[in-house]
T-cell receptor, first 112, second 110 residues
Framework: DQQVKQNSPSLSVQEGRISILNCDYT??????FLWYKKYPAEGPTFLIS?????DKNEDGRFTVFLNKSAKHLSLHIVPSQPGDSAVYFC???????????FGIGTKLQVIP | NAGVTQTPKFRILKIGQSMTLQCAQD?????MYWYRQDPGMGLKLIYY???????DKGEVPNGYNVSRSTTEDFPLRLELAAPSQTSVYFC?????????FGPGTRLLVL
């Protein structure tokens, strides 16, 4: 049973445009959400996070939105750059640092 | 700082062989994790540790063992390798909300 779902396996966007990556979750106990970025043959790297008490968090070109009632979050990248081409994992956790549940990832391709 | 290091980068095992995947971090983080990533799938938690001497099972612990004798090292042991353990293994350490991942070990069991 996938508790964190990324239903779009891939996404192509023109350079300079907005990239929107979506994530849905089923476990209402999740209270912290994270996005990780992964390049081929490398480990994931932390990108941005959001607590369940917020509905938006911004860091430069990256913004994460959380809609708790819909159990949905999204990552916006504006403007998209070719270096953003990677796999993006949505992740969620509850009650501390013990366990993090990851989605299967969305592969983003930014076309120059 | 080297961050999180993993060895080996790649290994081929025969069914029934055993091996240890090494993981070390130099950031003095208490929390450490082992994940596996199968093709087209997300990361699945195998084991985690909240400090030296303390480990606990994650989502997919069967066929694996861990130990944590020091803060720095968190080795993952496969006792009887099976084809189902073919995967990419990632080790991570954590400070607050951020996990820092190693580059991964690609394991092929034939």
């Amino acid at each position: 049973d996938q508790q964190v779902k990324q239903n779009s396996p891939s996404l192509s966007v023109q350079e300079g445009r907005i990239s929107i990556l979506n994530c849905d979750y089923t476990n209402s106990m999740f209270d912290y959400f994270l996005w990780y970025k992964k390049y081929p043959a490398e480990g994931p790297t932390f990108l941005i996070s959001i607590s369940s008490i917020k509905d938006k968090n911004e860091d430069g070109r990256f913004t994460v939105f959380l809609n708790k009632s819909a159990k949905h979050l999204s990552l916006h990248i504006v403007p998209s750059q070719p270096g953003d081409s990677a796999v993006y994992f949505c992740a969620a956790e509850s009650g501390g640092y013990q366990k993090v549940t990851f989605g299967i990832g969305t592969k983003l391709q930014v076309i120059p | 700082n080297a961050g999180v290091t993993q060895t080996p980068k790649f290994r081929i095992l025969k069914i029934g062989q055993s091996m240890t995947l090494q993981c070390a971090q130099d950031m003095n983080h208490n929390y450490m994790y082992w994940y596996r990533q199968d093709p087209g799938m997300g990361l699945k938690l195998i084991y985690y540790s909240v400090g030296a001497g303390i480990t606990d099972k994650g989502e997919v612990p069967n066929g694996y063992n861990v130990s944590r004798s020091t803060t720095e090292d968190f080795p993952l042991r496969l006792e009887l390798a099976a084809p189902s353990q073919t995967s990419v293994y990632f080790c991570a350490s954590r400070m607050k909300e951020t996990q820092y991942f190693g580059p991964g070990t690609r394991l092929l069991v034939l």
